[in-house]
C-alpha cells in the first residue's frame, strides 16, 4: 500500500504566475482534500475533491482551483500568485464513505512566491 | 473555522506521560474529534480519533468527558520523537473537512 505523495516538493515563483502541484492519493481512496499551511499557523482548508467533483470549499479567492482525475490523483492550481501564497502546501486522501472518515497527508509541497 | 481551544505550548519528561487538553465547548452529537500531530513541518500525522467512548491504539489513548465538550490525548511513555505540534481538531459533520486550529507544540526534555 502506497502512501499519499505530492510533488514538487519545493518550489519558487515570482508575483503574478501560476503554479500546478500535484497530489497522488493512497491506495483505495477516492477523495482528495487540499490545505494551506502559513508558516506557524494550522493547515487551512481550501477545497476537497470526490469523485471528480468539488465536494466542499473553504474561504479561498477562486484563482485557487483544482483537478481531481479518474486515478483519483490531484491538482492544485494557483493563478495570479501573490506574495502571501507562499506556504506549504497539503494534500491528504481518504475513503470517503462515512463519519468515521480519516484523512492522510502526503509531505507537502513548499511554494516560495517573490 | 476551528472548533477546537488548545494549550500553545507544553513540556514533558522523557519516559513520563503527555496529557494534551483540547476543549470543544461546541461540538454536535454527530461530530468525531480527531488527533493529528506535525512534525517540523512534515505532513500531519493521524494519531486517534473518537465519538463518545475513550479509545485506545498503539500511539496513544483518547479520552473524552461525558459531556463531550473537553478531550485529552494520553501519550502513555514520551520519547524525544515525540516532539511535536498536536493538532485537536472536530471534523464537521457536514462534509469532510478538517478545520485545524494552531495546536499544541509539545517538546519532551530528555
Known amino acids: 500500500e502506497t502512501g499519499v505523495t505530492q510533488s514538487p516538493t519545493h518550489l519558487i515563483k515570482t508575483r503574478g504566475q501560476q503554479v500546478t502541484l500535484r497530489c497522488s492519493s493512497q491506495s483505495g481512496h477516492n477523495t482528495v482534500s487540499w490545505y494551506q499551511q502559513a508558516l506557524g499557523q494550522g493547515p487551512q482548508f481550501i477545497f476537497q475533491?470526490?469523485?471528480?467533483?468539488?465536494?466542499g470549499r473553504g474561504n479561498f479567492p477562486p484563482r485557487f482551483s483544482g483537478l481531481q482525475f479518474p486515478n483519483y490523483s490531484s491538482e492544485l492550481n494557483v493563478n495570479a500568485l501573490e506574495l502571501d501564497d507562499s506556504a506549504l502546501y497539503l494534500c491528504a486522501s481518504s475513503d470517503s464513505g462515512g463519519e468515521r472518515e480519516t484523512q492522510y497527508f502526503g509531505p507537502g509541497t513548499r511554494l516560495l512566491v517573490l | 473555522d476551528a472548533k477546537t481551544t488548545q494549550p500553545p505550548s507544553m513540556d514533558c519528561a522523557e519516559g513520563r506521560a503527555a496529557n494534551l487538553p483540547c476543549n470543544h465547548s461546541?461540538?454536535?452529537?454527530?461530530?468525531?474529534v480527531y488527533w493529528y500531530r506535525q512534525i517540523h513541518s512534515q505532513g500531519p500525522q493521524y494519531i486517534i480519533h473518537?465519538?463518545?467512548n475513550n479509545e485506545t491504539n498503539e500511539m496513544a489513548s483518547l479520552i473524552i468527558t461525558e459531556d463531550r465538550k473537553s478531550s485529552t490525548l494520553i501519550l502513555p511513555h514520551a520519547t524525544l520523537r515525540d516532539t511535536a505540534v498536536y493538532y485537536c481538531?472536530?471534523?464537521?459533520?457536514?462534509?469532510?473537512?478538517?478545520?485545524f486550529g494552531t495546536g499544541t507544540s509539545l517538546t519532551v526534555i530528555p
Open positions: 473518537g465519538l463518545k
Open positions: 475533491y470526490y469523485r471528480e467533483e468539488e465536494n
Open positions: 481538531i472536530v471534523r464537521v459533520s457536514t462534509g469532510n473537512q478538517f478545520y
Open positions: 461546541t461540538i454536535s452529537g454527530n461530530e468525531y
